[in-house]
C-alpha cells in the first residue's frame, strides 16, 4: 500500500514523495483542509463512502461534547442528498467514528489543551484527544474531510492519520460592537465561523467613545450612554455569547476600555468625565477623571460586575490612545495634582493604572492591555499583565524582552482593506534573529481585529473572512508554511464549505461553490 507522509518540522517543510499518483491523490485531501495540520499527516489510496447511518460514538459524559457531536453530525451528513447505493469506485463504507477523551473537564482556559489524533480506515476510525476542546477540533476536521461526490458522502485517500495541536495557544478575533451595535445572532454566527478556522478566543471589544451598550445593574445609568434603549446587550445577552462560545471551544474576554476612549460614560455619569469641551471634535479623546473618588469606584464596581458574566481567567483592559491634553485642559484635574504632589500626567495616568490593576488581581483576574499601556506612559507593568501589540511589530520583542507575554494584532486589523489575505497569510510574528525559543515562548498567540468604524451588521462578515481565516491558519499551523498557490486552492475550498454553513465569506477569485 502507497501511502504519502506529510511532516511539518521545525527546520521545514518536507514532502515524502512516493510515487506521482499518489501525489495526485493526496493533492485533493491537502487542499480541503483549513487551517492545515500542524503536525503529521498521513494518506494513502483509498476512498471510504459515509454511510447513510453514520454516527459519532463516545463514552464521555460531556455535555458540551455530546452538543458538538449533534452539531457535527448535522454539518457533515447533510452535505449532499445521499443514495442507499456506494458509488461505484469506493468498495468500503465508513459507518461511524469513536472519540476518545482523557477528561471530560468542560474547563476552557489558556492553558486548556486543543491537540488530537485523526485516524480514518476501513476498519476502524477515530478521535483522540486530551480533552473534548482537542476532541471537538477533530470533528472540524473530520467534518472537512468529507466530501460529496454525486449522491454520496466520501472521503478520499484513506487510510488518513492526522496528528495536530496549536501552534499558539491564544487564536483571537476582536469584534467591536461600540462603533456599531451587533446584534447578538451575529455575535453568535461569528463565533461559529470562528470554530469552523480553529480559533478560540473572541476579544469582544464592547464600550468605547461612540457608545455604551452593556447593561450594568449596579450602575444602570451607564447604558444612558448606548445608541438606544434597543441598542444594549443585557447580561442575559451577555451569559448566552459566553455559553454559546464555551460550546464551541471559545473563551469570551471582554474589553472596556479605560481610562482613554470613555466620552460614553458621560452620559449616564458626567462627574467622572474630565471636561476638555475643544476636544469634542474628536470624541476619542476624551478620558475619564481619576482625580474623582467615584471614578475608581464605579469602574471597579463595574469590573467586578462583569466578571461574574464574563469567567474566562483574563479581561482586556484597553488603555491605548490617553489624551493627555483632555486633562490639561480641565482645571479641577490640575488643582488636584498640585495639592495632592501628583507632578506629570504620567504619574496620574500611573496612579489610575495601579488603581485598577489591584482591583482586578484581587478579583483572581489576569488583564490585556494594549501597548501604549508597556511604552507609552512609562509605566512600571506588573508582569501578570499580557501586551497587546497593534502600533508597532518590534514592540513585540521588547515585550517578551521584558519579561511580559505579548499578543500580535499588528499587520492583523481586518478595516484596512489595502491588506489582502495573503497578507495576512505571510505576517509572521517572529521575523527578527533576535527572536530565542525563550522569547518566542511568552509571545501566547495573535489576533484578527474588525474595528467597528465601519463595519455594521450588513457587511461585517464579508470583512473578517477569509481574511481572519488567514490569520488563523497563521496561528496554528506550521511557521513555515508559506505556499500562496497551495493555501489558496484550499482557501477557497474553505470559503465554499464557509458558505454552505451560512457563513457570508467573500470571495478571492472567480470560481463558484
Not at 32 to 48: D, K
Not at 450 to 473: C, D, F, H, V
Request: some cysteine.
Amino acid at each position: 500500500e502507497f501511502r504519502v507522509q506529510y511532516h511539518l518540522e521545525i527546520s521545514g517543510v518536507r514532502m515524502v514523495r512516493r510515487h506521482l499518483c499518489v501525489l495526485l491523490f493526496f493533492s485533493s485531501v491537502v487542499f480541503g483542509l483549513w487551517p492545515f495540520p500542524n503536525g503529521n499527516y498521513e494518506t494513502g489510496l483509498g476512498n471510504l463512502v459515509v454511510s447513510t447511518s453514520f454516527e459519532f460514538n463516545t463514552t464521555s459524559k460531556s455535555d458540551i461534547l455530546q452538543q458538538a457531536i449533534h452539531r457535527y453530525l448535522s454539518l457533515t451528513i447533510q452535505k449532499c442528498p445521499q443514495s442507499s447505493e456506494l458509488e461505484g469506485f469506493a468498495s468500503q463504507a465508513i459507518g461511524s467514528l469513536e472519540i476518545t477523551v482523557n477528561s471530560s473537564d468542560e474547563t476552557l482556559s489558556e492553558s486548556t489543551d486543543e491537540s488530537y489524533e485523526l485516524t480514518i480506515s476501513a476498519t476502524s476510525s477515530s478521535i483522540q484527544a486530551a480533552t473534548i476542546f482537542g476532541a471537538m477540533h477533530g470533528l472540524e476536521t473530520f467534518s472537512q474531510l468529507v466530501t460529496c461526490s454525486g449522491s454520496s458522502l466520501t472521503i478520499q485517500n484513506t487510510p488518513i492519520s492526522i496528528s495536530d495541536t496549536p501552534r499558539f495557544k491564544h487564536r483571537g478575533l476582536l469584534i467591536d460592537s461600540a462603533r456599531h451595535f451587533l446584534p447578538v445572532n451575529l455575535i453568535l454566527r461569528t463565533i461559529d465561523a470562528m470554530s469552523f478556522n480553529k480559533l478560540n478566543v473572541l476579544h469582544w471589544h464592547i464600550s468605547d467613545a461612540e457608545s455604551f451598550p452593556m447593561q450594568s445593574l449596579k450602575y444602570p445609568a451607564l447604558t444612558k450612554g448606548a445608541y438606544t434603549s434597543k441598542s444594549v446587550y443585557s447580561q442575559l445577552d451577555a451569559t448566552m455569547v459566553v455559553k454559546y462560545a464555551l460550546y464551541r471551544g471559545i473563551r469570551v474576554i471582554p474589553e472596556f476600555d479605560t481610562p482613554g476612549h470613555t466620552n460614553s460614560w458621560k452620559t449616564g455619569y458626567p462627574d467622572i468625565v474630565t471636561n476638555c469641551p475643544s476636544f469634542g471634535r474628536n470624541i476619542n479623546n476624551i478620558n475619564l477623571n481619576p482625580t474623582m473618588p467615584q471614578t475608581m469606584e464605579i469602574v471597579s464596581g463595574f469590573w467586578q460586575e462583569m466578571s461574574a458574566i464574563f469567567s474566562d481567567n483574563y479581561m482586556h483592559i484597553g488603555g491605548d490612545e490617553v489624551e493627555y491634553g483632555c486633562w490639561q485642559e480641565d482645571q479641577q484635574v490640575l488643582n488636584w495634582m498640585n495639592k495632592n504632589g501628583v507632578p506629570t500626567f504620567n504619574a496620574l495616568m500611573a496612579l489610575y493604572e495601579k488603581q485598577l490593576w489591584t482591583s482586578l488581581s484581587s478579583s483572581g483576574k489576569k488583564m490585556i492591555a494594549w501597548e501604549e499601556v508597556f511604552n507609552g506612559y512609562n509605566l512600571n507593568v506588573p508582569q501578570n499583565l499580557t501586551i497587546e501589540v497593534w502600533k508597532n511589530e518590534d514592540t513585540l520583542l521588547s515585550v517578551a524582552q521584558a519579561g511580559l507575554n505579548g499578543i500580535l494584532a499588528y499587520g492583523w486589523y481586518l478595516g484596512d482593506l489595502e491588506l489582502t489575505w495573503q497578507d495576512f497569510y505571510l505576517h509572521e510574528p517572529f521575523v527578527s534573529s533576535s527572536w530565542t525559543s525563550q522569547l518566542e515562548s511568552q509571545i501566547i498567540g495573535g489576533e484578527a481585529c474588525m474595528w467597528g468604524e465601519k463595519a455594521n451588521q450588513y457587511n461585517l462578515e464579508s470583512k473578517i473572512w477569509p481574511r481572519a481565516s488567514a490569520t488563523a491558519e497563521r496561528l496554528w499551523s506550521n511557521q513555515n508554511l508559506v505556499d500562496i498557490p497551495s493555501a489558496q486552492a484550499r482557501l477557497e475550498q474553505h470559503i465554499c464549505l464557509m458558505n454552505a454553513r451560512g457563513i457570508a465569506s467573500s470571495p478571492i477569485a472567480p470560481g463558484f461553490c
